[in-house]
């Protein structure tokens, strides 16, 4: 039962902070960021950036 707890827990985190990234990201991209220096300062290959710029779909 500690184990599934404590997995669920890290899942948990893992989504709130893929959520702040795709936050930050449209954040930056809606003030002007260019798409490169974007992606290398969130370590995103140009077809997740489009994922999150456009639908906002999850990449997890």
Same mark, same amino acid.
């Given at each position: *039962? ?16 893929? #959520?702040?990234?795709?936050? $930050?990201?449209?954040? /930056?991209?809606?003030?002007? $960021?260019?798409?490169? $220096?974007?992606?290398? /300062? /969130?370590?995103? $290959?140009?077809? #997740? ?5 456009? /639908?906002?779909?999850? *990449?997890?």
């Amino acid at each position: *039962m500690r184990r599934w707890a404590r997995n669920k827990s890290l899942q948990w985190e893992l989504d709130a902070a893929q #959520e702040r990234l795709e936050t $930050a990201v449209r954040t /930056a991209s809606k003030r002007g $960021a260019g798409q490169e $220096a974007l992606g290398r /300062a /969130a370590g995103l $290959a140009v077809e #997740e950036l489009q994922d999150i710029q456009g /639908a906002g779909v999850q *990449m997890l």
